[in-house]
């Protein structure tokens, strides 16, 4: 199993400004996943960060809006920039088990005011 | 777009089973079933997957039909913790690689357990 703690766990902002929301493993994973979830809504992966590459982005995702970063092999961040209410939601870290399936951090709950 | 079929809400009286239904009739030879579930306010939950035969957890019971073009969920003995909101998604195995590891999320089954 993995242990996934994300920081924070909610924050309320101010429109136009960025959050940096980070992810950190307490064991090292290839892959790290980042997931969006509106609000009533299911999970949308926003994009799959790989340590030592750039990280790819789905449909609809852009990497201006959503930079992201992937020092190592434990740690990932995921920034939401220039931020407007409609990227109020829950933002969710995830990794891959080896058997198993995924493991999934708590989340943060973002409100943009 | 999810793979995956499931009925919207479900609800179970506290102490049944549940039996939770998931239609995935274009599923690949080398997909996975996998069941998640999510707690109000939480992240996702790994429940448990299986590729053709059945499987069985502390948590729960996964039945693959002969053909894999359906599967079902049992949770034996419904508490009012169970009350979430389960996935069923197919994919590759962890590990696997190529662009068939990513996780497609529908919108699942809401099951109620009720007292």
């Known amino acids: 199993s993995a242990v996934i703690s994300q920081k924070p766990s909610r924050d309320i902002c101010q429109r136009g400004t960025s959050l940096t929301i980070q992810c950190q493993v307490d064991?090292?994973?290839?892959?790290m996943f980042w997931y969006r979830q509106q609000p009533g809504q299911s999970l949308t992966l926003i994009a799959t960060?790989?340590?030592?590459?750039?990280?790819?982005?789905e449909s609809g995702f852009v990497i201006d809006k959503f930079p992201i970063s992937r020092p190592n092999l434990t740690f990932s961040t995921l920034t939401v920039s220039n931020m407007s209410p409609e990227d109020s939601s829950i933002y969710l870290c995830?990794?891959?088990?080896?058997?198993?399936?995924?493991?999934f951090g708590q989340g943060t709950r973002l409100t943009v005011v | 777009d999810a793979k995956t079929t499931q009925p919207t809400s479900m609800d179970c009286a506290e102490g049944r089973a549940a039996n939770l239904p998931c239609n995935h009739s274009?599923?690949?030879?080398?997909?996975?079933v996998y069941w998640y579930r999510q707690i109000h306010s939480q992240g996702p939950q790994y429940i448990i997957h299986?590729?053709?035969n059945n499987e069985t957890n502390e948590m729960a019971s996964l039945i693959i039909t002969e053909d894999r073009k359906s599967s079902t969920l049992i949770l034996p003995h419904a508490t009012l913790r169970d009350t979430a909101v389960y996935y069923c998604?197919?994919?590759?195995?962890?590990?696997?690689?190529?662009?068939?590891?990513?996780?497609?999320f529908g919108k699942g089954t809401l099951l109620t357990v009720n007292p």
């Open positions: 299986g590729l053709k």
């Open positions: 995830s990794v891959d088990g080896t058997v198993s399936g995924a493991f």
């Open positions: 960060a790989n340590q030592g590459s750039e990280a790819t982005y």
């Open positions: 998604i197919v994919r590759a195995q962890a590990g696997s690689g190529g662009s068939n590891y990513k996780l497609t």
């Open positions: 064991s090292q994973v290839t892959m």
């Open positions: 274009t599923i690949s030879g080398n997909e996975y």
